[in-house]
Structure formats: C-alpha cells, structure tokens
C-alpha cells in the first residue's frame, strides 16, 4: 500500500502538472470505485482543480466550487499520468480523469477491487475521512509519546494503526523499527523514555529520507515505480537477505497476508520471534536464538 513518502511525491507531482487544469471529462469503468453518488459525479466536470491535500493515505482534489474528489490507493491502486483521452486498460483499469494536457489514469492490480473513489461537498464532509491519526510532522515528542502509550499494543501494530498514526504502514514499520533498533513485538507500555525518543527520531528520518528519495528519483515526471518493495530497504521484503548494519540473516513473522521483517542482532537480542504458522508447525523444535537457528543450519550442511 502507498504510505506517507509515496503520496506525498503523488501530490507534489499532482500539483506541479495539474493545477488549475479544467476536469474535461471522468470515465470510470469499475462499478466498484466510486463509493458516492450524492452529489453525482458528473458535478465536477468541467471545473478547475485548484489544489490537492493528503489525509493519511488519501489523496484529496480540492476543486472549485468546495467539491473534494477522495482517492485511496489501498494495497494494489496507483496513478500514472498518461496522453490525453488514453484507453483505459481491461483488466487492471478503474477510472480515467481527462484534462486539457493529459488523462489521470487510475489503476488496481490484482482480483480484489478495494480502491475508493468518493465526492464530497464542503469542507466540514472531510472529516468522515480522517481516523484520527496523529501526522508525525507536525507532533511534538510528548505527543508522540501520548498517542504511543495510549494503548498497550505491540510496536507494530501501534505504528500501522490509522487511528493512532497517520501515514504508515506494514512497509515503513519495518525500515522504522529497524533504524531505530526496537523489536516489532515490543508493548508501547513498556518502553523507556529513551526508546521512545529513539523511535520518535527513526520515524521522522525514515520517512523523511525515503520521500526525498523518490523526489529524486521521480524529479519533473510522474512517479512510475510506486511499490512496497525496493532493493535500498534495509529489512522489508528482504527475508533470507543481509541485514546492511550486522550482515545477520534477516527474519520474518508471517500472519494472513501481512508480513514483518527484522533483524534479530539489530532489534531482539539475537532472540527468534514466533512465526505463528511455523511455530505451531514446530512446537518444540522451534529455534529460540539466533545462536539456536545457527547451530540447526550448520548441522544440516
């Protein structure tokens, strides 16, 4: 899913080549798209849009007239910016924004349509779509700590939870407690002040560092390789791989269709989380160590 650095490069991008720009048309070919249908859709053609806005995961068009067109990627939606009145592609295509310049096309991969287009009027109807999540740009560190501390969850959990934080999600969770040396499983509740300052920091250098990064890398274009996955991250996606800090075999914890990655030198204590699936596999044959782990891998050489 496009999180905080994605979305705001979106935007940048957004604003740079289409404000101001009139909405000539709308083609939208997913009957599960668009979640509204008061006011109609076609209320917003022909008016200029006269900036974008970002609420969590949201793109939002502000166009004139206080009509707000609310966009949300979710896992698999993504923007490309393409020739005016292009083909919307069959499988994969949702909807289509003609403008005088060039065609805003939205697409999802994958069976599972959970991309949302909805059309609200004044202002005061955004806030049915904001949960609440605090932006870490604009906290303080005793707010970090408040919203933190609220509930006893799991770090992980805490930092993807939109009502707690906004902006973040299962992928720079992982670069997040990584960088700043903590275990995904660590409780909010019994952290030290120190490790929540470390974590204050780690989350504002992460997102930070990765939105510059594809700044650069989309520069005056439009941003063409939105994905949770990149060859720069230092442990997402990277199961079996390196760690870049300690070269330790980086580990996972695997539940549904979520995945956490971590090092267990740099953020356990060179201690293996339980995988639940492979652990109630295992039961007592389950690796408890790094040191464990190693031993059982020489053994089979």
């Not at 080549?17 to 009139?22: A, F, N, P, R, S």
């Not at 502000?62 to 009145?85: P, Q, S, Y």
């Not at 059309?119 to 906290?139: M, W």
Request: aromatic residues 8%.
């Amino acid at each position: 899913m496009p999180e905080y650095p994605d979305i705001v490069v979106y935007i940048e991008r957004l604003e740079a080549i289409l404000k101001g720009q009139t909405l000539q048309n709308i083609r939208i070919t997913s009957p599960f798209l668009l979640r509204t249908f008061d006011p109609p859709i076609d209320s917003i053609k022909n008016k200029k849009v006269i900036g974008f806005e970002r609420i969590g995961k949201q793109i939002i068009f502000l166009i004139e007239d206080e009509f707000f067109l609310v966009l949300h990627l979710m896992i698999a939606g993504r923007l490309h910016w393409k020739a005016k009145e292009c083909k919307i592609p069959a499988k994969i295509g949702l909807a289509a924004f003609d403008f005088p310049d060039g065609t805003l096309l939205f697409t999802e991969a994958g069976t599972q349509k959970r991309a949302s287009l909805h059309l609200v009027q004044e202002r005061t109807n955004l806030k049915n779509f904001n949960q609440g999540g605090l932006e870490i740009f604009e906290a303080s560190l005793d707010q970090f700590r408040s919203r933190l501390i609220l509930e006893n969850h799991t770090l992980k959990r805490a930092l993807t939870d939109p009502w707690l934080f906004s902006g973040i999600g299962n992928t720079y969770s992982d670069e997040i407690l990584h960088r700043a040396k903590l275990s995904p499983v660590q409780l909010t509740q019994k952290m030290t002040d120190g490790q929540i300052e470390s974590l204050f920091e780690a989350t504002r250098e992460t997102l930070l560092e990765w939105t510059e990064r594809f700044r650069t890398e989309t520069g005056d274009g439009f941003p063409k390789k939105v994905t949770a996955f990149r060859k720069e991250m230092a442990v997402h996606g990277k199961f079996g791989k390196s760690c870049p800090i300690c070269a330790t075999t980086v580990q996972r914890i695997r539940y549904a269709a979520n995945e956490t990655n971590y090092c267990p030198r740099c953020q356990t204590n060179e201690k293996l989380l339980a995988d639940r699936s492979l652990s109630r596999l295992l039961k007592s044959d389950w690796p408890r160590s790094l040191e464990e782990l190693e031993e059982r891998c020489s053994d089979l050489k």
